[in-house]
């Protein structure tokens, strides 16, 4: 069955043992984040937990972060599937939409405060990288427009500045759908129709952040992922429809053609990104469900969230891309969370040709250019999920000179500050041109046996761990 709302989720979290409550009060404009990241340095990976802050100083609305990324078990979890079938479950649902279901009324709306009533300040918006960010930011807002022309909705995840009482700045980059009807109603004159919805069934939140083909409703792709059409309600201050089980929804207007400074903002690369030209949001009406919920993504430095949805997201698309589509014998696919899922790509086969670690890597950079900037190649044995081995194998399995070769004239990963600072890259698009290395990190020939205990034996002990006091 599939979740009614984010509500229902966070109890399948906490009784699969995968949500911390934190009861002490926490300040927002600091504390949230330093907790959240301490929590994602620490906890190793397949144990990090979604966090629940349920004391927000000064505040009646509680915090959830992590609640989709804080390890791949969450976000299987969310998909209600097994990590091996991450892939196959994204490929039915793109294949196979079910078209959203329009209702009279719903939760979100138990509350509609509008026009001088809207305070945006009566939200508990975090501060993200303190001392830097010069607000605090919503992350985890799913932001729904629509194109003027045919209506298509689009619902993309971008960073959303707090400006005031009433206002927001809502950075939309080049590639984003979003963007294309801001500008198509900028052009008109117009103002553009926006909802920001925060704390959704988890799919929604999935396919927010989650590049998929143009024109495509990510509303109805979530309706497939969860196996029943997405209730969806007709906002009261502008014409867009959104999740009608949703915790807060903020809607509003963009200015058109005036643009307001936005940022810089600590981004999933871990270095801030820069300050921009972005849109002016004049809000119009908070509607949210009795006793709301917050949510928020954690990102900036990895491993956060934010890289933890992506490396799953983009190494389950590519991996299909691989396997299905080409028939490469790819065993696994892992954007390593340590370069925000983009700039280190591992890829472990099965191989039968030494050509086939570089058809491998041009396949992988083929199919998604700007990710891979470092891509190894390695031999089934290794576990691709850990660091050590990925090493251990450059270390043991590469002679340099041979093994390693550099692509030229590529795209560069988004946001990476070792290109050009932001304002070079703008007056010289050349500058957003970068290179990838290659390194087969795989057997040329027969290797000496490898100096382990017999596998029979370590998986006894491991059985039996306990046993040894651990």
Partial sequence: MPYQDLREFLARLEGAKKLHRISKPVDKDWEIAAVSRVAFQSIPEDRRPALFFENVAGFDIPVVAGVLGGSRSIYCLALDCEVRDVHKKWSEAEQHPIEPQRVSKGPVQENILAD?????????????????????????????????DSGIRNVGTYRVE???????????????????????????????????????????????????????????????????????????????????????????RIRPNEPVREGPFG????????????????????????????QAFISQMPPSESSCIRSTGRGSALYKHLVDDLHLPVCDVHLMECSGAAAYLVISIRKSHPAQPRVVMCAAWSFAPQFGKFTVVVDEDIDIRDLAMVNWAMSFRVQPERDVFIMPGMPAVSLDPSQAPENIVQQDPTRRVSSKLGIDATRKHAFPGVSLPPQEHLDRVRKEWKSYGF
């Fill in 116 to 148: 001088k009533q809207v305070d945006l300040h009566r939200l508990p918006i975090p501060t993200w990288t303190v001392g830097q960010d010069p607000a605090p930011y919503i992350t985890a807002g799913c932001v729904v427009t629509a194109d003027p």
């Fill in 162 to 252: 707090l400006k005031g009482r009433r206002e927001l700045g809502l950075f939309i980059n080049y590639l984003q759908g979003g963007r294309e009807h801001v500008e198509k109603n900028n052009k008109s004159g117009r103002p553009a129709p926006v909802a920001i919805v925060l704390g959704t069934d988890p799919t929604i939140g999935l396919v927010s952040v989650t590049r998929l083909p143009q024109n495509v409703d990510e509303l109805a792709v979530a309706g497939a992922l969860r196996g029943a059409p997405v209730k969806v309600i007709k906002c009261t201050t502008v014409d867009l429809e959104v999740p009608a089980s949703a915790e807060i929804v903020i809607e509003g």
């Fill in 267 to 294: 981004e999933y690369t871990g270095y801030m990104g820069p300050e921009s030209m972005s849109y002016m949001v004049d809000v119009s009406c908070i509607s949210h469900r009795n006793r709301p919920l917050f």
